[in-house]
Structure formats: structure tokens, C-alpha cells
């Protein structure tokens, strides 16, 4: 599978330093930052810093150094934010992909989302 990257999306934009973010956390390959429109009392946006479109994309070309990294930084948003159960009351990690997935950014992003109770995951479109 061979995907394209477009380097004008806004993330790749936050990444070069061209507009700001409000950052909770950034590693060597990973940052994590607010969501400008939250969804919730918390909604933390994780990205990789490479070129990366979607999940699959990453699954497919990322290095195993920077699986790790993603991975991982998850989990320390998760800590950090004081959402891992049993001490907090949860999250939910949503990637969204193309357009059944309805992804507004095509560079891969993983929003975490807490602080208030969420709802079933999805609902039925009849
Ligand atoms: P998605 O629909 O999964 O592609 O989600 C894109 C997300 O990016 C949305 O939740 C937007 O609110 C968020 N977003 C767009 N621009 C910015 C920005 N400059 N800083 C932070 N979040 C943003």
C-alpha cells in the first residue's frame, strides 16, 4: 500500500513550530497536546512527530522505535491526566481514519478523551 503524505496539514504545521499548541507532553518521536475544540473536560490529541497519514500508515512504515514511543506516550497522557482506572474513572483513545472514519487531519492522531462520562461508543445510523 502506498500512501501520501501532505505536509501542509495542520499538524504538520504545529510540529515545525508555524502555529502554536498547548503541549502535555513531548518525547523524541510523540507529542501530546489539547484539542483547540474539546469534546470532553479532557481531550488530549497524541501524534507521532513523523510523516504518518493514518494508524495503518504508521503501522505499516514506522520504526519500531517510534511504535514504541507512540505506544507508550499514550499511556503517560493517560497517567499524567489522572485517568487510568482504578485510581481515575477512564478514557476512551479514538483514531479516526479517512472518510468512513470521518478524519479531519491526515496525519495520524490518537485523541484521548475523559473527565465526564462518555456513552456508548458509537451510535446506530439507521
Ligand atoms: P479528526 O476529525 O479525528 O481528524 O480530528 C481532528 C481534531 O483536530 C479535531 O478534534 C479538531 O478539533 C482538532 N484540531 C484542529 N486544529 C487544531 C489545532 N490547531 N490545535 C489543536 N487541535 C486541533
Given amino acids: 500500500m502506498a500512501y501520501t503524505y501532505d505536509d501542509t496539514n495542520i499538524f ?3 510540529l515545525r513550530g508555524e502555529i502554536p499548541n498547548k503541549t502535555v507532553l ?3 518521536h510523540s507529542l501530546a497536546f489539547e484539542d483547540i475544540a474539546p469534546q470532553a473536560p479532557i481531550h488530549v490529541l497524541v ?7 493514518s494508524y495503518d500508515h504508521f503501522a505499516q512504515a514506522a520504526s ?7 505506544t507508550r506516550t499514550i499511556g503517560q497522557v493517560c ?8 485510581s481515575g474513572n477512564g478514557f476512551r483513545a479514538i ?8 478524519q479531519e487531519v491526515p496525519h495520524l492522531h490518537v485523541h484521548i478523551l475523559g473527565g465526564r462520562m462518555l456513552g ?6 439507521e
Fill in 12 to 14: 504538520a504545521k504545529i
Fill in 26 to 28: 513531548e518525547t523524541e
Fill in 47 to 53: 501524534i507521532p512527530k513523523g510523516p504518518y497519514v
Fill in 64 to 70: 519500531d522505535a517510534e511504535i514504541v514511543d507512540f
Fill in 79 to 86: 497517567e499524567k491526566l489522572g485517568l487510568q482506572p482504578p
Fill in 95 to 102: 483514531s479516526n481514519t479517512g472518510a468512513h472514519g470521518v
Fill in 120 to 125: 456508548r461508543m458509537l451510535q446506530r445510523a
